[in-house]
């Protein structure tokens, strides 16, 4: 299986924020961005495996700007590292000044996929080769990231979370 550069994957979805799918505070409601966030991500997924791909965990998300009615959001998801059937997807939200176009970043989250065959059962992916800097940099920490995952589900045990005990030991 030949290893793909998460440019291959990187899918970008743009999109208003119309009345529908804002809070009481003219803001775009959570639930709205996370569905955002989680078809870009997987097709993002589906490009680096060829696969049909499901979510298995929301790992991070950050709501660090609000986003009002009206704007232009951008949604950009690339699988930052593969495993062996699992992926991990960094996804970075931007809105746009209406006057000026000028991009700024509002959220950022990361999801994990994993792909599967026809009956649902996991099956390989192809890896990932980052190659920019911050590519790298995602594609470093997202063993940590995974074992973290595991580690809240129930998944591994902490003897077994060894890139997480590096960091504090
Ligand atoms: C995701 C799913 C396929 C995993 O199946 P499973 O029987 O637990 O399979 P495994 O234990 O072999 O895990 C498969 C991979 O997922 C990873 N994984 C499982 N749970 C994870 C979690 N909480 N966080 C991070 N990775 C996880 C495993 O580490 C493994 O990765 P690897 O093969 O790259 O090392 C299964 O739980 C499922 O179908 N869940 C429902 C998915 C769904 O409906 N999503 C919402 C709609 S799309």
Redesign the pocket.
Known sequence: MQAKTPEQSKTILTDMVLPGETNPLNNLFGGELLARMDRAASIAARRHSRRIV????V?HVLFSKAVPLGSVVTVEAKVSRA????MEVFIDVWIEDRESGEKSKANEAIY?F?A?NDT?R?VSVPAVIPQTDLEKERFDAALRR?QL??LL?G?ITPDKATELKALFF
């Open positions: 499901v979510t298995a965990s790992n495993f062996k059937t699992s994990t994993v599967v649902g996991p995974k995952s595991l589900a998944k």
